[in-house]
């Protein structure tokens, strides 16, 4: 028994002393998500990676708004998020200590404002994501009237754009039209 005792003495302590001081965590630890919504383009490609459903977006055309909501009663803690994202915007943070004393408290929320048409002026996807799309495309061009010709169409709905793929030289696809009033 004195042998026990002598090594027990010998070995120190093996214990944090948390919760009564800091707990630190090992380096790639993955903790909250954390939304930077100046990067964010609202494109969704974390809310279909999501496994857990945590991550949901609604659109809501009449508020001209695209809503991002992170629920982290839902959240695994997966990185999916994270590893999607086209921006960076999403990062999971060291943070562990999650508890709440109201339920609300458990939601993230981002607001986004929508696009509308230029010729329809219906919304139809985010702002900063068309001025992404706008952005790229501009880059690989050299002739500045094309640049500005890809930014104009950059604000045209895809309804409207196949409507004017499909007329040529005044006269209209008559299948076309048929299928939308049908």
């Known amino acids: 028994m004195l042998k026990l005792w002598k090594t027990i003495i010998r070995a120190g ?19 909250k998500p954390e ?4 990067q964010c383009i609202a494109c969704g490609a974390c809310t279909t990676a999501c496994p857990a ?19 982290i009663g839902r959240c695994i803690y997966c990185g999916r998020c994270e590893e999607v994202c086209p921006t960076h915007a999403i990062r999971l943070s060291e943070e562990f200590e999650l508890a709440v004393t109201r339920k609300e408290d458990l939601y993230v929320r981002a607001t986004f404002r929508l696009q509308h048409c230029s010729e ?13 799309a706008a952005e790229l495309l501009a880059l690989h061009q050299s ?29 209209t696809n ?3 039209y048929i299928e939308e009033q049908a």
């Not at 302590?13 to 903790?31: I, N, S």
């Not at 939304?35 to 100046?38: A, F, G, S």
């Open 174 to 176: 008559v299948h076309y």
């Open 53 to 71: 459903n945590a991550l949901t977006m609604e659109t809501h055309p009449d508020d001209n708004a695209r809503i991002w909501q992170l629920f």
């Open 143 to 171: 002739n500045p009237t094309l640049v500005e010709t890809l930014r104009a169409q950059a604000n045209v709905c895809p309804a409207c754009k196949r409507r004017a793929a499909l007329e040529h030289r005044g006269s």
């Open 13 to 31: 302590e093996v214990t944090v002393k948390y919760p009564f001081a800091p707990l630190d965590v090992c380096p790639g630890f993955r903790g």
């Open 120 to 132: 329809c002026h219906a919304p139809f996807a985010p702002e900063k994501s068309v001025a992404l």
């Open 35 to 38: 939304l930077n919504p100046e």
